[in-house]
């Protein structure tokens, strides 16, 4: 194999979370492939046939898929005004603002638009009493709304979320031919809130619910094997072995999107079904891993996620959330892409 990180897809698992999360909702299902597809890698497409739509956080992530599918392509977050676009006629833009829908309007080529209303988290949408002003602007511009929706941000303000983004979209019922909130929270939330659609995240890649399974392991190559004693240092600064051992060198750095360690937080690879610890800080293009007591060679591979050490284990290690492991990871990162039945 060769000594650089490879991300392998298992494109049957990514198949059975989405029908394992359509078992769970009447609704349609919007499957967010923003971000690279959360790092994986737009190609997954071909494992989401069954999906109703589609959703990106940019036109230009839109524009990347659009040849690829013919099913609705709806962007999430608000117009970039600093960049020039145009729309088709399949790709659905949010707006959260006048100013918004006259962008798109201008831009040319939108049919329809999503309309975002702020209820709670105050990133991007319209003020719910601002909603009849979008709708009556929308329908003087010849835009049609396709949607209105908002973004449950915590499962614990979810209920007061939804009661706002309810009372605001119901006395518009029939201008509003579809209504959404609901991303990966759906699978933990009751059936009355899944509404008209629900957007599948994260939690359609493997996490965040025990009816779906990771679908992505990466490995690279052990490069070299050294040995230190005590009082060797190992990689950048002051890091002193401490003992004899036995140290791989791994073809794998921060500039793959495996970042360096929080306050040398631990972590671990997976060489011959063992957990062993990294040593030293993470370099730009190598990984110091301790290998003492362990049959290991020039060529051998080391795991870095995969089911005894997941995104979430190495997310601990970098102080964050497993979504930044995954949509971390590089574009020098090769990609694999399989049908494997479980």
């Known amino acids: 194999m060769t000594n650089a990180l490879q991300l392998t897809i298992n494109l049957s698992a990514l198949a059975d979370n989405l029908a394992a999360l359509r078992r769970m909702t009447t609704a349609k299902i919007c499957a967010v492939v923003k971000a690279d597809a959360y790092g994986h890698g737009i190609e997954v497409l071909r494992a989401l046939t069954a999906a109703d739509e589609f959703a990106v956080a940019s036109v230009g992530e839109a524009c ?23 729309y088709r006629e399949r790709i659905f833009p ?6 918004d829908l006259r962008f798109v309007s201008a831009a040319g080529g939108a049919v329809a638009v999503n309309i975002k209303v702020n209820s709670g988290m105050n990133r991007y949408g319209a003020s719910p009493t601002d909603l009849e002003t979008m709708l009556k602007e929308a329908e003087r511009l010849h835009l049609r709304v396709k949607s209105v929706f908002s973004h449950v941000y915590d499962l614990s303000a979810a209920e007061r979320q939804f009661a706002i983004f309810d009372a605001c979209t119901k006395p518009f019922s029939d201008y509003i031919p579809q209504r959404h909130i609901l991303s990966s929270h759906f699978v933990r939330l009751p059936s009355y809130m899944h509404l008209d659609m629900v957007r599948p995240g994260i939690v359609l890649y493997g996490y965040g619910h025990e009816c779906v399974k990771s679908v992505v392991t990466a490995a690279c190559g052990i490069v070299q094997i050294r040995e230190t004693t005590a009082t060797d240092n190992i990689g950048y600064g002051h890091c002193r072995s401490g003992r004899r051992r036995t140290v791989a060198v791994l073809g794998v750095g921060y500039a793959d999107g495996y970042r360096r360690r929080r306050d040398n937080e631990p972590r671990y690879v997976v060489i011959n079904h063992r957990l062993c610890p990294v040593v030293g800080q993470v370099c730009m293009d ?8 362990l049959d290991v060679a020039v060529g051998d591979q080391a795991q870095i996620l995969g089911p005894l050490y997941g995104p979430d284990a190495l997310a601990a290690s970098y102080g964050s959330i497993n979504y930044e492991v995954l949509t971390g990871l590089g574009k020098r990162v090769k990609r694999i892409y399989r049908m494997e039945h479980a």
């Open 94 to 99: 949010a707006v959260s603002t006048v100013d």
């Open 286 to 293: 190598a990984t110091m891993v301790d290998v003492s007591g």
């Open 64 to 86: 990347e898929i659009y040849e690829q599918t013919d099913k609705p392509v709806n962007v999430l977050s608000s117009p970039d005004k600093t960049v020039a676009c145009g």
